[in-house]
């Protein structure tokens, strides 16, 4: 049997199908310079869709924004995006722009498995505060 045949066909998330794809679509400070913002505006998906900077389609629609800090910006801006670039973000501040950081997709997790954290985050609080008063500073 030829070794080709004899290698498992990994598919699906075995097979790293996920691992290339985009998780943000990546915008540049010196593009947002470009496309000639007033001061004040404000920068989010929409936004830069009507300036005509990015033009999400297909699988891209769906994903959120993320600066990144290459390049310089001269105007201050109200930007909203769900990531940041540690560069983006110490030029922004320095620029005086205005961050806000949009939240993400919360993680669906079973009803059970809320529960459980719950009685588990209770039990280490009493713990702790059986721990605090049993362990007085002596003076």
Not at 2 to 9: A, D, E, G, H, N
Not at 54 to 64: E, F, K, Y
Request: charged share 25%; proline share 6%; glycine share 8%.
């Amino acid at each position: 049997m030829p070794l080709y045949q004899r290698i498992p066909k990994l598919r699906g998330i075995a097979g790293d199908m996920h691992v290339g794809l985009p998780k943000y679509i990546p915008v540049n400070l010196k593009d947002i310079e470009a496309a000639e913002f007033q001061e004040g505006e404000e920068v989010s998906l929409e936004s830069l869709n009507k300036k005509g900077l990015i033009n999400p389609s297909g699988r891209d629609w769906r994903l959120p924004l993320k600066i990144l800090g290459d390049g310089e910006l001269s105007v201050k801006l109200n930007f909203k995006a769900r990531a940041l670039s540690t560069a983006a973000k110490e030029k922004l501040e320095a620029a005086g722009c205005s961050l806000t950081a949009l939240p993400g997709r919360k993680k669906w997790v079973k009803l059970s498995v809320v529960k459980n954290l719950a009685c588990a985050e209770e039990y280490f609080a009493k713990n702790r505060a059986a721990t605090d008063s049993s362990v007085s500073p002596s003076a």
